[in-house]
């Protein structure tokens, strides 16, 4: 995530699926839900690790997987205004060239409604 806002901006995640193949982390356990990112700064938000044993089959192959995510943001200084939703296909090379490519299924940017 990099902030091209003109000021900080406060974000969370409420939600953040990985899937490879047919695997997925149940209940993944995050360091955090999210925080600030200053104008100008980026952040790398990191989902917990699959346990090895869980995807050793792929190792020195290729798999795809689908990450979707929504993320609520706003000001620093004030609850969130906006909500991304993303849904990617993912493309990993676990071979003796790794990477990853990515190309986006579905993506929608809205405002979050305020009851009262």
């Known amino acids: 995530m990099f ?26 356990k995050y360091d955090n839900e999210g925080g600030t990112i ?35 943001y706003g000001p620093h200084d004030s609850t969130p205004i906006r909500r991304l939703k993303m849904k990617l296909n993912v493309f990993l090379r676990l071979d003796d060239k790794p990477g990853i490519a990515d190309t986006i299924v579905s993506e929608s940017d809205s405002i979050i409604l305020s009851i009262g």
Do not use: C, M, Q, W
Not at 45 to 66: A, C, D, Q
């Open 38 to 72: 200053p104008r100008h700064i980026g952040r790398t938000y990191r989902f917990p690790t699959f346990k090895k044993s869980s995807i050793e089959s792929y190792l020195g192959k290729r798999t795809t997987g689908v990450v979707e995510f929504s993320i609520a």
């Open 3 to 28: 902030n091209v806002a003109s000021g900080a901006v406060k974000y969370k995640v409420e939600e953040l699926r990985i899937i490879l193949d047919d695997r997925t982390i149940a209940s993944p």
